[in-house]
């Protein structure tokens, strides 16, 4: 045996609360987040109020602002009514205007040096409100060690005189209801347990906080379950709620977001007892004694600090300042460098450079951070050769491309922006080209491991339009966006390459001296960044959030229906692992590109997840755990377990010498997962070979203990298994004998244990077990699949009311397709089946009129057949159509079924029932077997939608397959070797878009 452990995601209680509180909010704080009602919280995310203020300039005039500075005035002193300046050597305004376009230029530097100083900040006293919000943008320094307090808002008895403060002190003293109240946020170290700073906390006094183990009152803790570092050396959107209660009761609130991402959320805190006590004092400070901390200067840095009384949110990105940080970044006004070093164009040929742009065009040039001018191109190009002392020769480990371009033909077909020389010594390459007869827009990335090429058809975003096209690479992958949609992405291997000594290009490409041009269009701009901008940087380039959302509504069209889904342009659903937890349900699924040929084959997918209440209405979430690492070929299947409020992903990381280990991701919410350390935290070890994926955690009821189970194949005999581990605590994983052992032909993969209305099953390569015990033995049924074999992958979750979902992909185009449903079916005898989900069916129209060969135009039809090859045929039918009906076999019959789309020539897709074989199968795919019952009268449901032909069973069984674009638009019904009757036919055709 062996024991393993894994870093996993936990809290602890600060240090004034040594005992674990589990009380509620209102007497004591929440330090194991067991009461951050934040997932299922209505407070508003992402954007607020200063997203349409670049770098915040204006958010003042805002009548809900009751203060803002963004420190551009020169003087702190002139809007903050106290400062905390130790001899004047800790508080400083410095320009650290190039590190983030939502910033001004100023910033408020506060220096602490141990043996020196403590620290320093200011202070606003301001006029309350019974709601206020707080946000304010902080840097900590790549060095800066633990902090001991942070930004705090007090409640002082008034504003003037000694009143106001009455909120300050008190260090270790519970306060009076109508004296004073204080909740700050702040990093928290877990004495110097976490990485430095910490992770976000509040740490709040109040009339009715809890006592220390040492009978004095420090500040409570409030803090989620689980949440990420806080990350040195970059800017931070930190912003925290406070409501006041009604004096006495407990129905006040706090809450904070970490950039635009609500961490944390607590109800029912009575704050004060006097309505005469608001909370009216806002220090911004960086405050260090900790004997945690041993870095001698710890720097902290602020900027755009709000006051409001509704959400504010990050601030808005100004598009010119992004331009303004580029290594070149070129307005064509005329044929300078607006960016660092003036790396000059040259004209080459047919191009006119500062044309005036019209009214509307140079409005949203100015939005992007244009200057109203733009480059005619007639076939020529402009050069840049190797830029200013050689800058456009990158040499870093990340990139970015921006083209604002126009083609009113609409033909394209031409390069754009590149610096090439060929495919295998190319840097940067923007171009459009013809693919497979479609014309597409892409770009190429050249690094150590090769050319990585990432595209999207022209049609798909509209030929003749104004553009935004950016690419960026983040050492991980690189990205393709168009007017700030992202459209694909790929995975570079290695550092960009260097000594490519072809010039930077627009509207052109060169090798060994022969250059290639032809567009024939408009370029408003083109920039270079030897970094990857943010997601707020690429929209705010793309014209802002609403004209972000109007493009991706154009570009991807309305939302789609889950089932039968399929992402946009390249990509596919892959394995499946959904989960219900509190009301939710949350489909997580592999994001493939290419059909498992990303990244050199490796499969380079990530976790991708939407989420419903009611499986009916369905929302996107960002990707869950995605590549972050060059080193991760794939993020591979695996499942979610929630324990104590936290959402574990376990998960396999595929390296690529196509090694496989285990890695664990955690969550608060279940949306945004973070990576723990150590990771991947379990290797095979020498029982297993290198297959070793698809985690999989169960708990037993009766022991406590959980259960991992992880496909692999013994090395001695090269049986397929799944290895078993167990553990008490998440952390430490025991080794077992493996858990279930099948005869060769490779791992048991993408495994599953659940138990359901007194008995266990145990699925895997898209079968399963059953036992009345929970860890087996385990007996194959007769029929061991929930449907056929394009029903790839199927796992469950449990859902509302005892019902069971079962989600897969349908394989059809090689790995990877599109979602698909089902409902489990528990049957007498323990077996499972599947039928249609209701509330997933495909909107449809009403029923159509029906006349047929056999049965006229009455109602209800009646189709009697006796003779293979004479059937009975509904003609003109919907391309798209929901049919349901019943048929009555008669005694004997052979063969029975329905024709779909049946044409004069007998061309249709087939759908045959079996009675004698218990069988029913679509021609062109494998059948399913043991159906009983088809030998007496059954309902049939059956969805013909594009190319996928779908059937439930008498509500028990249900078959997917595909069915090809026929010309035919007959309904055909059929019997063989007897008779059977079908009646009560409605067909109704499916309205909305086909399937991707």
Not at 24 to 29: L, S, T
Not at 731 to 737: D, G, I, Y
Not at 929 to 938: F, I, N, S
Request: with cysteine; proline share 6%; glycine share 12%.
């Amino acid at each position: 045996m062996r024991t393993l452990r894994v870093r996993c995601v936990v809290t602890v209680s600060s240090c004034v609360l040594a005992a674990a509180c589990v009380r509620a909010a209102a007497e004591g704080g929440d330090p194991k987040g067991a009461h951050n009602v934040a997932p299922a919280s209505t407070l508003p995310r992402g954007d607020g109020c200063a997203a349409r203020f670049a770098a915040d300039r204006g958010i003042a005039a805002l009548p809900s602002v009751i203060f803002a500075d963004d420190f551009e005035g020169g003087d702190y002193g002139t809007k903050w009514d106290s400062a905390r300046d130790d001899a004047g050597a800790v508080l400083a305004l410095v320009d650290l205007s190039a590190e983030d376009a939502r910033l001004g230029r100023k910033t408020l530097r506060v220096t602490a040096t141990l043996g020196k100083n403590t620290g320093g900040g200011v202070t606003k006293w301001f006029a309350s409100a019974d709601t206020l919000f707080f946000r304010f943008y902080v840097k900590f320094d790549p060095g800066c060690d633990y902090v001991h307090h942070f930004c705090t808002l007090r409640a002082n008895k008034g504003l003037a005189g000694g009143d106001r403060w009455s909120g300050f002190g008190g260090a270790g003293l519970k306060p009076a209801g109508d004296e004073r109240f204080s909740t700050a946020l702040e990093p928290w170290g877990d004495w110097g347990r976490l990485p430095p700073p910490g992770r976000w906390n509040f740490y709040s006094y109040w009339h009715e906080m809890a006592k220390s183990p040492d009978g004095k009152f420090w500040g409570n803790a409030f803090r989620p379950a689980a949440q990420p570092d806080i990350r040195r050396g970059a800017w931070i959107c930190a912003e925290f709620m406070l409501v006041h209660n009604t004096p006495g009761k407990p129905d006040g609130e706090q809450a904070f977001w970490i950039d635009g991402e609500l961490r944390g959320h607590w109800r029912g805190i009575n704050w004060r007892t006097s309505p005469a006590l608001w909370a009216n004092a806002f220090t911004l400070e960086s405050y260090v004694t900790d004997s945690w901390t041993k870095n001698p200067v710890n720097v902290v840095c602020f900027d755009n600090v709000v006051i409001a009384k509704e959400y504010i949110g990050p601030a808005g990105n100004d598009p010119r300042r992004i331009l303004d940080g580029a290594v070149a970044a070129w307005h064509l006004a005329d044929l300078s460098d607006g960016a660092g070093a003036d790396s000059a164009l040259a004209a080459e040929g047919a191009v006119d450079v500062g044309v005036p742009l019209g009214e509307a065009e140079r409005a949203e040039s100015l939005r992007r951070g244009g200057d109203g001018r733009a480059a005619r191109f007639s076939g020529g190009r402009l050069s840049a050769g190797q830029g200013a002392a050689g800058e456009l020769n990158l040499a870093s480990d990340a990139l970015t491309v921006c083209l604002r371009l126009r083609d009113p033909s609409g033909r394209f077909d031409c390069p754009l922006f590149s610096k090439y020389g060929g495919h295998e010594r190319l840097v940067y390459n923007f171009f459009s080209t013809r693919i497979d007869g479609d014309t597409v827009l892409g770009f190429e990335l050249g690094t150590e491991g090769g050319m990585t090429q990432v595209t999207a058809p022209l049609s798909m975003i509209g030929p003749s339009l104004w553009h935004d096209l950016i690419a960026r690479y983040d050492g991980a992958k690189v990205q393709l966006f168009a007017d700030g949609v992202w459209l694909d992405e790929g995975f570079p291997i290695g550092r960009l390459r260097q000594g490519n000594r072809e010039p930077c290009l627009i509207g052109g490409q060169s090798r060994d001296g022969a250059v290639e041009s032809g567009f024939g269009g408009l370029v408003d701009h083109a920039a270079l960044w030897d970094r990857a901008l943010t997601d707020a940087e690429v929209e705010a380039l793309s014209g802002g959030g609403a004209a972000v959302s109007a493009a991706r509504a154009r570009i991807l069209g309305a939302p789609r229906p889950l089932q039968y889904f399929r992402p946009h342009n390249k990509f596919n659903v892959g394995d499946t692992f959904p989960l219900y937890h509190d009301g939710v349900f949350r489909f997580y699924y592999l994001l493939d590109r290419g059909h498992h040929s990303a990244k050199n084959g490796l499969g380079a997918h990530q976790w991708a997840q939407a989420v419903s209440a009611d499986l009916v209405r369905w929302e996107h979430q960002p990707l869950a755990i995605p590549i972050t690492d060059k080193r991760e070929a794939s993020i591979c299947t695996g499942s979610v377990f929630v324990n104590d409020g936290v959402f574990h992903g376990f998960y396999a990381t595929r390296a690529a010498d196509r090694s496989e280990a285990l890695s664990l991701a955690t969550s608060p919410d279940g949306v945004r997962f973070t990576k723990t350390l150590p990771n991947p935290f379990l290797s095979p070890g020498p029982r297993y070979t290198r297959d070793f994926r698809d985690p999989h955690v169960f708990r037993d009821g009766r022991t406590g203990l959980f259960h991992l189970l992880v496909s692999s194949v013994l090395r001695d005999g090269g049986r397929g298994c799944l290895a078993h581990f167990t553990s008490r605590d998440l952390q430490a994983w025991k080794e077992e004998e493996p858990f279930h052992v099948e005869g060769p032909g490779g791992a048991l993969e993408c495994s599953e244990h659940f138990g359901w209305r007194g008995w266990y099953y145990l699925l895997f390569n898209g079968s399963y077990r059953m036992s009345r015990a929970p860890l087996g033995p385990w007996e194959k049924p007769p029929f061991d699949r929930f449907d056929g074999p394009l029903f790839a992958v199927p796992k469950t979750a449990a859902y509302k009311d005892d019902r069971r979902i079962v989600t897969a992909w349908l394989a059809d185009r090689g790995w990877g397709g599109r979602a698909v449903f089902r409902e489990v079916v528990q049957n007498a005898d323990g077996t499972l089946g599947t039928r249609f989900l209701p509330e997933m069916a495909p909107a449809a129209g009403e029923p159509v009129s029906l006349s047929s060969s056999a049965g006229g135009d009455a109602a209800p039809i009646a189709l009697r057949t006796a003779r293979a090859g004479a059937p009975a045929v509904i003609d003109e039918m919907p391309r798209n159509l929901l049919v349901t009906l019943r048929a009555a076999p008669g005694a004997g019959v052979a063969a029975y079924g329905l024709r779909f789309r049946l044409a004069s020539d007998g061309s249709c897709r087939e759908l045959r029932f079996l009675p004698a074989t218990h069988e029913v199968r679509v021609a062109g795919s494998p059948a399913i077997g043991a159906v009983d019952g088809l030998d007496r009268p059954l309902r049939i449901e059956a969805v013909l939608w594009g190319d996928i032909l779908d059937v439930c069973i008498d509500g028990r069984r249900t078959l997917i397959g595909i069915a090809p674009d026929l010309p035919g638009r007959g309904l055909g019904f059929f019997a063989e070797g007897g008779e059977v009757s079908f009646e009560d036919i409605a067909v109704r055709p499916i309205t909305g878009p086909e399937p991707r």
